[in-house]
Every structure is written in C-alpha cells, then in structure tokens.
T-cell receptor, first 109, second 116 residues
Framework: GQNIDQPTEMTATEGAIVQINCTYQ??????LFWYQQHAGEAPTFLSY??LDGLEEKGRFSSFLSRSKGYSYLLLKELQMKDSASYLC??????????WGAGTKLIIKP | GAVVSQHPSWVICKSGTSVKIECRSL??????MFWYRQFPKQSLMLMAT?????????EQGVEKDKFLINHASLTLSTLTVTSAHPEDSSFYIC????????????FGPGTRLTVL
C-alpha cells in the first residue's frame, strides 16, 4: 500500500532550527510537496521537490532523496508564527496526492 | 489514519459540459468537508466549506451557481462544475474534518480536471 510517515508533533524554541522528516512508500513518484497549515486556514504551499537534493527558499529548505523515499523540511531562525501543522504530500504515478497526517510544530519562547 | 477518497481521479471533458466530483470519508463521519483547487506549485485555494444537511459556504470570488456543492450525507460531498470552460481546468482537492477531539483534517487524493 501507499504510505507517508511524519512525526505527529514536534516542539522547538524560538530562534532555533527544526527538521521535520517525511518518509514515503508510493506507487511511482511525481514529486513531493510541503505545505504549512495554520489552524482554521487552508494549507499554504512551501516547496516542491522532484529531483534529489536541497531546495532553499529563505528560512525554509526542503531536501529529497528518492532512493531512500525520504524528505525533510528544515526551518531556520524559528519564529512564533511558524507554529503550525506541516503537511508532506507525494504525487504518485497517477498524479494523485498521497498525504501525510501532518506534523504539529509548537514553538516556545 | 482516516481515509478520504475522491472520484474520479481524473476527467477530461468538453467545454460546456458539467462534471461531478465525489468526495467520501471512508471510515469516519464528516460533518464538515472542504473543497479546494490547486494550480501547479501553488497553495490550495479554499473554494467552499460544505456542511452536511445545509448549504455550502463559498469563499469570496467563487461562483456558487457554477460550482454546485451537495453534502447529502455524513460521508459524501459532491462538487459539480457546471458548464465547464478551459479556465476551470485544475486539480480539485477535498478534505474532511474528523470531528474528533483534535478535529483533524484529512485530505483526498485530488481530481484532475481538464476541459478541452
């Protein structure tokens, strides 16, 4: 079956760095997405990786290893507003999105 | 975790026709479901909130007469794109609230609509 795993919850300190991991087993691969979702709001697109390597975008970076079925989202210089759920989603060979359950990130002062 | 399905997975239709997309919560009851559309590498845009047994609440700029939503049961919501045009081509994603203490939101796999 198809599966996406990511931690349920993580806690980090303001100003620090946090890495949210995502592992996947899917039938085919057409890219991996990271979204940020604040409570009661629609998910916001953060990144899209389809090739191996690190994509950096400001304070956020996303890494992909297709051979390992692994990705991470790296958040630097954490701010209180980064407290949110972070969703990992993989697009399979049928261009269907397989969603992780999301990681709730709690930022403490 | 909970499962949300969508049908069809993809659909190609002619301009002017109507297309119905189904969203089902397979192992839980969902009082509230959401419909989103997504353009490539962009954020999900909330179209409407669907509540079982009542009229859907549409976001500003979304035509309720064009995007008909019916949430007839606790496990099924449908989105009908009426008189579809090429600019309606998009990826439509639904999600359902679990209604649990954590009120988790589970997303469907999406439906790719192409209007010729």
């Amino acid at each position: 079956g198809q599966n996406i795993d990511q931690p349920t919850e993580m806690t980090a300190t303001e100003g620090a760095i946090v890495q949210i991991n995502c592992t996947y087993q899917t039938s085919g691969f057409n890219g991996l997405f990271w979204y940020q979702q604040h409570a009661g709001e629609a998910p916001t697109f953060l990144s899209y990786n389809v090739l191996d390597g690190l994509e950096e975008k400001g304070r956020f970076s996303s890494f992909l290893s297709r051979s390992k079925g692994y990705s991470y989202l790296l958040l630097k210089e954490l701010q209180m507003k980064d407290s949110a759920s972070y969703l990992c989603a993989v697009m399979d060979s049928n261009y269907q999105l397989i969603w992780g359950a999301g990681t709730k990130l709690i930022i403490k002062p | 975790g909970a499962v949300v399905s969508q049908h069809p997975s993809w659909v190609i239709c002619k301009s002017g026709t109507s297309v119905k997309i189904e969203c089902r919560s397979l192992d839980f009851q969902a009082t509230t479901m959401f419909w989103y559309r997504q353009f490539p590498k962009q954020s999900l845009m909330l179209m409407a909130t669907s509540n079982e047994g009542s009229k859907a609440t549409y976001e500003q700029g979304v035509e309720k007469d064009k995007f008909l939503i019916n949430h007839a049961s606790l496990t099924l919501s449908t989105l009908t794109v009426t008189s579809a045009h090429p600019e309606d081509s998009s990826f439509y994603i639904c999600s359902a609230l679990s209604g649990s203490e954590n009120n988790e939101q589970f997303f469907g796999p999406g439906t790719r609509l192409t209007v010729l």
